[in-house]
């Protein structure tokens, strides 16, 4: 288990404390959903858990394999919807440098596709995962 506190700062900032490390971080309302935009809002952190997850979770796997991924990198794309306002798409594009077996290939997208926050996802937000073999 892991604890987390959130505390609102007013001016619909929050800071949020991770227990185990006390690393802190600051939220903020976006500017089309009456904030300033300052920091990460809560759905773009949601963005950010997905792209970090699907890189970390290949590193594991990665890693048991003897399999460089150093480098690869994420790029997630949040679409909210208006009405009611959600999260409607957080498209996943992958880029993953060096050369790779078919077999290696199969087992780091499958991968990416069972990082936990991808499976945490709601079903009606549509996320697919591209993977670019560079």
Sequence with gaps: MVTITAKYEGDLCCTAVHGPSSATLST???KDNEGLGRYFSPTDLVATALATC???TMGI???RHGIELKG????VEKHMQASPRRIARLPVELHVAGVFTAEQKKLLEATAHACPVHKSLHPDIDAPITVHWD
């Excluded at 690869?72 to 790029?75: E, G, I, T």
């Design 28 to 30: 903020d309302a976006p």
């Design 54 to 56: 699907i890189l970390t």
């Design 61 to 63: 796997v990665a890693r």
């Design 72 to 75: 690869a990198r994420a790029k």
